[in-house]
């Protein structure tokens, strides 16, 4: 497949957002210039959306002929999203245990993509998962045109 020049524009872009995220401190509104940066941030929150749109373009646009081809999908995909949030979360578990937090609760965190820095992964994983399904009502004239209604 052939590069988008445009997506990786726009994927360019939404990177350059989220640092633009992190470089805006939480702050109160205390003047305008607080102000300011409070509705500077707002309008960078876009970026993970916008990862969300680009990558629910290109998954959308596989096409499934059996289920063994959207088992090989899941077994390419998820692990290349789920496995580097799984390392980069434990340094998150590791600090929430020795604070004294429930380790049930964080294990749950870890495995579920929990941790609030991490939850456009499992967005993207919940894509995933759900794209056969989605597909299979679209391709049903019927039953594709219910699934939008009803949303």
């Known amino acids: 497949m052939q590069r988008n020049l445009y997506f990786d524009a726009l994927r360019g872009i939404a990177i350059m957002m989220v640092v633009a995220i992190h470089t805006f401190y939480a702050c109160e509104f205390e003047s305008w210039l607080s102000i300011c940066a409070i509705s500077m941030r707002e309008i ?10 680009i990558s629910g373009f290109f998954i959308g646009r596989m096409v499934f002929e059996d289920k063994r081809q959207v088992f090989v999908f899941w077994k390419k995909q998820i692990p290349k999203v789920y496995i580097p949030v799984l390392f980069w979360s434990i340094p998150y578990f590791a600090l929430a245990i020795l604070e004294g937090q429930s380790i049930l609760e964080n294990v749950l965190l870890l495995f579920f993509c929990g941790y609030s820095i991490y939850y456009f992964i499992a ?5 995933y998962l759900l794209l056969p399904v989605i597909q299979k009502k679209m391709l049903n004239p019927v039953i594709g045109g219910e699934f939008f209604v009803y949303q």
Do not use: D, G
């Not at 960078?44 to 749109?53: E, G, K, Q, S, T």
């Not at 967005?123 to 894509?127: E, F, G, S």
């Open 44 to 53: 960078f929150n876009m970026a993970v959306p916008m990862f969300l749109a």
């Open 123 to 127: 967005l993207i994983v919940q894509c």
